[in-house]
């Protein structure tokens, strides 16, 4: 299966199919609570790390303990991934070791100033109490209730008085059958509380394990100033291209032109059919000009797009394609002009490599607005296996990428290929299109 | 022959109007835009309408929209529409009520003279005249497909420029050929494709475009 995500999504969530069901959640919680001992005590080396910098050997130790607390907290985040989908956005790398002498020193200097690093040890420090003691919760209760619905029967007799089992005196057999109920009710209990306290116990160590804000926003800059560079780069590139086909195709058509036209006018006085040859050829020279033209046109805003907007746009690629393409277009008006043009581009790019490489004859294309976000699928049934980083793909989501867009691709081998496109994008203009059309 | 001409550029309006003028059309109106256009359509029951897609307000299709809303309360009005480029978008909407008396042309074809005026002509006649773009367009779509693999090369031209609107005249002589040469080419087309055969030029060309859009 090959699945690609760019933008921000790009640290999407990979589902591991694993054991499910509810004894398996019972059993993780297990895990989990067992596992805060390990937490709590790599938290510790680095507590006593850091006690033991006034003496010095604490700048020794305190690098490696960070750095097993580190390996812990990715394990972790990886984990709330993995179960319930949760992404929590790891924070900056630990700092690396300095060259020269006294790097060690320097590094751990370095670890203290990393606000990532606090963070980890206030998980570790938080994890064993809040966390460990969330977890353990369905397994006790489990516990419990196996203990008074399978235990009790048989052991109260030999208990004599004062046996309790929750809140019920067992020492008859009402009791012991009201013991009974009330165990299996708390494992009841206990295994329906499972997957929930899993779920809370991911967002809680989401909340503790995030990157912290500022991290983030210089994530996010890093990601913009990079996705600027490359609309600057992409539209100097546009801008290159225009001016040479100008200057090689329409512009050099029309100074043939004149020249022809004034040898024409010359040869008029003497050469009458000379003449009419020549301004045949100064028509057909006009016209290869205009369809120059016409084609630049189209390579920056088809006109379409600019007429009638995305909707009708795409139905209109649908008509020129080879293949038989469906198209649905539920849109609330007209969307950005940007986001037009980069739906445009990747919805003509998508249906290009349908034609060319999917085999099927059938393309569905879906267009549809919803809570802020414009979503394309392009769909076939062909044979699959598409290449996410083929140049034509490539193209694709770096029009995308500056809309903070997303490509995910589904093509697994033997088809089918699914294509979905999202641009966060607010619609304007409410002139409708939501017609269906069939080319 | 009264013309209704739409078209916002000064020197092309100019211009299309001294055309016509020439070959003895009477230019009743010359508008510039959508909103004018529509009004003088239902107002003059012109005999055809010259009309540029892009017209102000709008600067979008507003001249479409005018001729189609003009058809709308007057069945088969006789509309050509001139347009920078052909979509095929446009060329289905504008077939779509089945009437046929319509043209859809690149500005280019202007150049022309004497087939632009043809063309007004066969339009106003009721006839229909599509833009070789759009006609090459779908046949190379419709052999893409398969539809059209089991006609001739010379089949295909007929085909072309019959799609045109052009008469089966008209046809022999851009392909230096006899009328009974075209007829014979004619049928061959129809039976390959599956289409009735029809005497009216305008059904034919309706046909085949209505076959080939499938």
């Known amino acids: 299966m090959t699945r690609r995500q760019v933008g921000m999504a790009a640290q999407g969530t990979r589902r591991r199919p694993g054991i499910r069901g509810v004894p398996a959640d019972i059993g993780r919680c297990q895990l989990l609570s067992l596992a805060a001992f390990a937490v709590s005590g790599a938290g510790a080396l680095v507590i006593g790390a850091l006690l033991l910098l006034p003496v010095g050997v604490g700048f020794l130790l305190l690098p490696p303990a960070a750095t097993v607390l580190r390996r812990m907290s990715d394990r972790y985040r990886d984990r709330a991934a993995r179960r319930t989908g949760t992404v929590i956005s790891p924070p900056r790398p630990l700092p690396p070791l300095p060259t020269g002498p006294g790097g060690r020193g320097r590094r751990a200097l370095a670890l203290l100033g990393d606000a990532g690093f606090w963070h980890d040890l206030r998980w570790a420090w938080a994890e064993p109490w809040t966390g460990a ?5 369905p397994p ?45 009710g708390f494992t009841a209990a206990g295994l329906r509380l499972a997957p929930a306290v899993l779920r809370l116990h991911a967002r809680w160590s989401g909340r503790l394990l995030a990157a912290p804000y500022t991290t983030e926003l210089v994530r996010r800059i890093e990601h913009l100033a990079g996705s600027r560079a490359d609309v600057l780069d992409v539209q100097a590139a546009e801008l290159r291209r225009i001016e040479r086909d100008l ?15 004034d040898e024409a006018t010359r040869l008029l006085d003497h050469d009458l059919p000379a003449a009419r040859a020549l301004l045949q050829e100064v028509r057909a020279t006009s016209q290869r000009a205009l369809q120059d033209l016409r084609e630049l046109v189209h390579g920056v805003l088809p006109p379409i797009l600019a007429d009638r907007g995305l909707g009708d746009a795409v139905r209109s690629l649908a008509l020129d394609s080879h293949l038989d393409v469906h198209v649905e277009a539920a849109l609330p008006g007209r969307l950005p002009a940007p986001v037009e043009s980069a739906g445009y581009f990747a919805v003509a790019e998508l249906l290009a490599n349908a034609a060319k490489h999917s085999g099927a004859p059938e393309v569905r294309i879906r267009l549809g607005h919803t809570a802020g976000v414009l979503r394309v699928t392009v769909a076939d049934e062909g044979r699959g296996g598409a290449d996410p980083d083929g140049s034509g793909l490539r193209g694709l989501r770096r029009r995308i990428e500056p809309f903070d867009g997303t490509l995910v691709l589904h093509s697994p081998r033997g088809g089918p290929t699914t294509a979905t496109l999202e641009i966060p994008c607010a619609s304007s203009l409410p002139k409708t299109s939501s017609s269906s059309g069939t080319g | 022959m009264r013309v209704v001409l739409a078209e916002d550029l000064f020197l092309l309006r100019d211009g299309l109007t001294r055309t016509l003028q020439d070959h003895g059309f009477d230019v009743i109106a010359a508008v510039d835009n959508g909103p004018a256009l529509l009004r003088t359509l239902l107002q003059e029951e012109p005999d055809v309408a010259v009309v540029d897609i892009r017209l102000p307000p709008t600067f979008t299709d507003e001249g ?19 347009s920078q480029y052909v979509d095929q978008l446009y060329a289905h909407e504008l077939l779509a009520g089945g009437e046929g008396a319509i043209g859809y042309l690149l500005k280019d074809r202007i150049t022309h003279t004497t087939q632009f005026v043809d063309a007004v002509r066969t339009v106003a006649a009721g006839g229909t005249v599509m833009d070789p773009q759009v006609i090459a367009r779908l046949l190379a779509r419709s052999d893409a497909r398969g539809t059209t693999a089991e006609l001739t090369p010379r089949e295909l031209d007929v085909l072309r420029l019959m799609a045109e609107g052009r008469s089966n005249a008209a046809v022999a002589g851009a392909l230096f050929i006899s009328e009974s040469a075209v007829a014979k080419h004619t049928a061959a087309i129809f039976t390959k494709l599956r289409i009735e055969p029809s005497a009216d030029d305008n059904r034919r060309v309706l046909a085949v475009l209505a076959y080939l859009k499938r």
């Not at chain 1, 004599?160 to 299996?184: C, I, K």
């Not at chain 2, 479409?64 to 001139?82: D, G, H, N, Y």
């Open chain 1, 133 to 137: 003691l969330l977890a353990a919760g």
């Open chain 2, 64 to 82: 479409l929209q005018a001729a189609l809303e003009a058809r709308r309360s007057r069945p088969a009005l006789p509309v050509l529409v001139l």
């Open chain 1, 140 to 184: 006790a209760l489990v516990w419990y209730g196996l203990f008074g619905a399978a235990v009790q029967p048989f052991v109260w007799r030999r208990l004599g008085e004062g046996n309790w089992y929750a809140f019920v005196l067992v020492d008859s057999t009402t009791g012991m059958l009201a013991a009974l109920v009330l165990g299996l």
């Open chain 1, 247 to 261: 200057h090689d195709g329409a512009q050099a058509r029309l100074v043939a032109l004149g020249m022809t036209l």
